[in-house]
């Protein structure tokens, strides 16, 4: 058991579910990314650079895609609490697996374009 693996078995069943599809959503939409734990919580890296983070809490789960990550998607995040570069997604309502799809999509273009650059 790595040590992602440890952190997302410590939640209650429900929370480990959504850490988990979460984790799969990431893996599928940016098989080269790098994971690690970072800041106490599972985060990845493409092109040396940090694409995503998450972490699960009693009520939500945090989802951290960089400043740039909650800018171009402001609009749809605005129904979730917010700090800079983090959201909240509360574990009373559905989890939104397709925006946090599209937002680890974008995070991997940008990534690349900043690469390439």
Same mark, same amino acid.
């Given at each position: 058991?790595?040590?992602?693996?440890?952190?997302?078995?410590?939640?209650?069943?429900?929370?480990?579910?959504?850490?988990?599809?979460?984790?799969? @959503?990431?893996?599928? *939409?940016? $098989?080269?990314?790098? +994971?690690?734990? /970072?800041?106490?919580?599972?985060? &990845? =890296?493409?092109?040396?650079?940090?694409?995503?983070?998450?972490?699960?809490?009693?009520?939500? @789960?945090?989802?951290? *895609?960089? $400043?740039?990550?909650? +800018?171009?998607? /402001?609009?749809?995040?605005?129904? &979730? =609490?917010?700090?800079?570069?983090?959201?909240?997604?509360?574990?009373?309502?559905?989890?939104?697996?397709?925006?946090?799809?599209?937002?680890?999509?974008?995070?991997?273009?940008?990534?690349?374009?900043?690469?390439? =650059?």
């Amino acid at each position: 058991m790595n040590e992602i693996d440890q952190y997302i078995v410590q939640f209650p069943e429900e929370v480990q579910h959504h850490l988990q599809e979460i984790r799969k @959503i990431i893996k599928e *939409a940016a $098989p080269e990314a790098v +994971e690690l734990m /970072a800041y106490g919580m599972p985060g &990845y =890296k493409t092109y040396g650079k940090p694409l995503v983070y998450f972490a699960g809490y009693k009520n939500h @789960i945090g989802f951290y *895609a960089t $400043p740039s990550g909650h +800018e171009q998607f /402001a609009e749809e995040l605005s129904h &979730y =609490k917010q700090g800079k570069g983090s959201v909240q997604f509360p574990l009373d309502r559905p989890m939104p697996y397709d925006l946090i799809r599209r937002i680890v999509v974008f995070r991997v273009e940008e990534n690349l374009r900043n690469h390439k =650059k």
